[in-house]
């Protein structure tokens, strides 16, 4: 979710993280101002984590114990370049560490692609001399960070009393109807807004706002979650109220449990009544893990203090409870409770970048022959940026076989998208084995790029504190507080500042926007990851695509940003019918979206939108991915919101594979929309790249690739076509798509213009016929990838220098 109103809370984060950044070598721990209010719930934690060896894990903890009592210099890999083919890098490395470095650095793709394959060529130079300057960084900046090591499972509080999952106060599991209070200020703030995470409005005072807030001031407030059946509770996790205007938050509080909810026992601790901490701040989540869990069918949450100088002194508070059913024969809501597993055998958990690479290499040994693993660059910190390719013949652009890609985690902290990538290559692989028609037509026709973690330095932040604790923002940003969605190059201000300036529409180009040139300096705010997808987006020609994003559930077409500044406004691209269809095959197949009961998550209701929106409609959000996708290459990208809790609990992630199996199938299916086909010269029958495709009556052309090979995305309908190539006549015809599943190929045989009307013509116009934009772009990426890599260099060298110091 991008928004205005995260807003506040990066501001929060921002500090957060710079002093993270600036602890320095000590244990981070000690000086994370934003982390104080954890004190006491990180020691319950740690009593479990410290034994989380003990529970079989993925070496992560081992490797890190390891750098923390060696000095750094014994574990450096070394390596060697060969020459200058560019092509292979030889380490030496020792046992596991060469073994993970077996993938393959970066796409092999076309070496003889006409206009890119010089820079697809030299490109795998550049990056492989970037992980020999950078390799000694992460290990430093590891050291630097607490542990990250935590166990998938929930953690446990003490060995007596296990951890519960959360009920599902911020998924919605637990919906307004099980939610009471003793009062309540307002419709907006009332018991069903009390929920985790909840985000408010920009105002304050509509139906929309942050929190729960008791109409009276005094001790005898609560609020009340009836589980529907026996449930043994074990804790409680709070967090103060959402608004950019106020700020309310309680400070202690006891709990209440009972069976019938007119009978109450107080949760006890010894002889006393318990009484918990809360909140300090409106946003960090702080848990309470109770000395004894009870066993019961209501819980209440009953505030003792609250900040009395807050907005009218008020008592607010936003709450998950965690608990564990409890088999009840009697329960009447038996037949309510959702299934909450799923029919695929998946490995349905969270990962974290040692497990993910583990889980992608296990789905590559499973399925060799239809799946290759690369990465595309690294981290701030080093992790790399691994894809999972899923294609007949892995490796390799197929002439006429469009290209399609998946990209999560771009905030690091919308975690649901990487799990359902990481299920998705699993499903895929074993569908495939097992003969499924339709994920053998889709693999064979298709060739599919899966990027679970865009940004796994945020990932591993909001990791480490876990779903419930990991609060709305920590995790979201690069390493560097660069928030990656806003991070590409801004070409939709070129295009209207052109369109301003530009008298001669003809003069006017469409597409294929270059890189503005500040944009390409190394002194440009540019996240690594953000160049290394630019990168990626210029080698493959991808033809659709979707962005994963989390905390809201929508799914939202370009463009993202607003012409003329404004905050919010529907901003279309040539392609909205088009874009408009994508986003329903996602939001109309997906089971939580489609469902016309589902309340709002946030502050806007999508439903009424049928779940699509056009970015710009619901937010202004310039240098998007999905703008730059749209104006820079061929390729048509839209956002999906996957769930309004950004980081489900782990034993959510089974329902939420069923909500989006489906749809994640479908909209891939859309790249076979339209039409496609090959240009070709005439005479020779050779393929010519980058000839320009136009469908009258959509202002935004499509290229031909290296061989000639074009995809048009378009809806069902009559189109005339042109295709026109530099040197040669121009063709036009008309192709018909049909509402089927697959495309219909208009293929194009272009003319070659008699060189000596080409003289003539260069003659008369004194213009260069090169195409000249094209070449821009050319040249910026070049830039682009200089300043990338002496950006790392510069980087590793302080690094190595920091390492020396230590
Ligand atoms: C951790 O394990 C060690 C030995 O395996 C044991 O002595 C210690 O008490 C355990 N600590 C906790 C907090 O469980
Ligand atoms: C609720 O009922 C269960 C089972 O009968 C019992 O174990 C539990 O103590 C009761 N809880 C309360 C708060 O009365
Ligand atoms: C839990 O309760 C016991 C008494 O039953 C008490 O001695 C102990 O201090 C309590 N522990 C915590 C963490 O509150
Ligand atoms: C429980 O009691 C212990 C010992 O009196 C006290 O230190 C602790 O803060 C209490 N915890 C709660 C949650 O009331
Ligand atoms: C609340 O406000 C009063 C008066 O403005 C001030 O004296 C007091 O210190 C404040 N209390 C807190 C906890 O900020
Ligand atoms: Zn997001």
């Known amino acids: ?467 419930e604790l990991s609060g709305w923002a920590l995790g979201r940003y690069s390493y560097e507080g660069i928030d990656m969605n806003h991070n590409f190059a801004d070409l939709n201000s070129v295009m209207w500042t052109a369109i301003e300036l530009e008298t001669d529409r003809s003069k006017l180009i469409n597409h294929y926007f270059p890189i503005p040139e500040q944009y390409t300096s190394e002194e440009a705010f540019v996240a690594s990851e953000t160049r290394a997808v630019i990168n990626w987006m210029q080698d493959i020609p991808f033809v659709l695509s979707a962005n994963l994003h989390g905390g809201e559930l929508v799914v939202t077409y370009p463009y993202d940003m607003t012409r003329d500044w404004a905050p919010r406004e529907h901003t279309p691209t040539s392609d909205e019918s088009f874009f408009r269809w994508l986003s329903t095959a996602y939001a109309s197949t997906n089971q939580v979206m489609s469902n016309p009961d589902r309340r709002p998550c946030h502050n806007k209701d999508f439903l009424r939108y049928n779940n699509i929106i056009n970015g710009a409609d619901w937010h202004n959000v310039p240098g998007s991915m999905n703008d730059f996708s749209y104006l820079h290459t061929n390729c048509f990208e839209v956002t999906v919101e996957l769930s309004c809790d950004k980081f489900p609990h782990a034993s959510e992630l089974p329902m939420e594979w069923e909500n989006n199996r489906e749809s994640l199938l479908i909209y891939m299916e859309q790249v076979h929309r339209g039409i496609k086909g090959v240009v070709r010269d005439k005479d020779t029958e050779a393929g010519i790249a980058d000839a320009i495709i136009k469908v009258d009556d959509i202002d935004h052309h499509i290229r031909s690739v290296a061989d000639g090979d074009y995809w048009r995305l378009l809806n069902p309908g009559e189109y005339r076509v042109t295709a026109s190539a530099e040197g040669y006549y121009p063709s036009s015809r008309t192709c018909q798509v049909m509402y089927d599943h697959y495309p219909t190929i208009c293929d194009f045989r272009l003319t070659k213009m008699p060189k000596q009307r080409l003289k003539e013509i260069l003659a008369k116009g004194g213009k260069i016929p090169k195409d000249l934009q094209l070449r821009l772009r050319q040249l910026r990426l070049r830039k682009l990838r200089v300043t990338t890599k002496a950006m790392n260099q510069r980087r590793a060298a302080a690094a190595a220098k920091r390492a020396k110091r230590v």
């Open 1 to 467: 979710m991008a928004g205005v109103l995260h807003f506040i809370l990066l501001l929060f984060l921002h500090c957060g993280s710079f002093i993270l950044i600036s602890a320095g070598p000590e244990d981070g721990t000690t000086t994370v101002d934003s982390d104080a209010a954890f004190t006491t719930t990180e020691s319950l934690f740690s009593a479990g984590r410290t034994n989380a060896s003990e529970v079989p894990t993925t070496g992560f903890t081992a490797s890190y114990s390891k750098l923390t009592t060696k000095p750094p210099t014994t574990t450096t890999t070394t390596e060697r370049l060969t020459g200058d083919t560019g092509k292979t890098a030889e380490r030496a490395v020792s046992g596991k560490d060469a073994e993970e470095e077996k993938e393959q650095e970066g796409p092999l793709e076309l070496e003889r692609r006409s206009t890119r394959s010089i820079k697809v060529a030299k490109k795998p130079k550049t990056i492989q001399k970037k992980p020999k300057l950078i390799t000694k960084k992460p290990k430093v900046v590891t050291k630097a960070k607490p542990q990250v090591k935590k166990s998938a499972s929930p953690p446990v509080a003490t060995e007596k009393v296990p951890q519960c999952p959360p009920l599902g106060l911020e998924s919605l599991k637990v919906k307004d109807n099980q939610l009471r209070a003793s009062s309540f200020k307002r419709k907006g703030l009332g018991p069903h807004r009390g929920r985790l995470n909840i985000q408010s409005g920009i105002e304050d005072g509509d139906i929309y706002d942050g929190a729960w807030c008791a109409q009276y001031r005094d001790k005898k407030q609560w609020l009340e979650v009836d589980a529907r059946q026996l449930t043994r509770f074990t804790g409680v996790i709070l967090q103060g109220r959402n608004s950019i205007w106020s700020w309310d938050v309680v400070h202690t509080y006891k709990v209440q449990f009972s069976n019938d909810s007119l009978v109450w026992k107080p949760c006890m601790n010894g002889t006393e009544e318990a009484v918990f901490e809360g909140n300090q701040d409106a946003e960090t989540p702080v848990l309470a893990l109770f000395n004894t869990s009870a066993v019961a069918r209501y819980i209440r949450i009953n505030p003792q203090t609250w900040y009395q100088n807050g907005t009218d002194g008020d008592i607010c508070l936003r709450a998950e409870v965690l608990g564990c059913t409890l088999p009840d024969p009697n329960n009447i809501y038996a037949w309510q409770t959702q299934p909450a597993e799923s029919r695929d055998k998946l490995d349905f958990r969270h990962h974290n970048y040692k497990e993910m690479k583990k889980l992608m290499k296990s789905v590559n040994e499973a399925c060799p022959d239809i799946t290759r693993i690369y990465s595309i660059g690294k981290s701030y910190t080093g992790l790399k940026l691994y894809v999972m390719e899923i294609s007949d013949n892995p490796g390799k652009h197929e002439l006429g076989e469009p290209e399609f890609r998946y990209v999560a985690g771009m905030h690091g902290n919308e975690v649901l998208g990487r799990e359902l990538l990481l299920n998705l290559m699993q499903y895929i692989c074993q569908e495939y084995k097992r003969g499924d028609q339709r994920i053998v037509h889709l693999v064979k026709e298709t060739r599919i790029h899966l990027l679970p973690s865009m940004n796994p330095d945020g990932y591993e932040m909001a990791f480490k504190k876990g779903s």
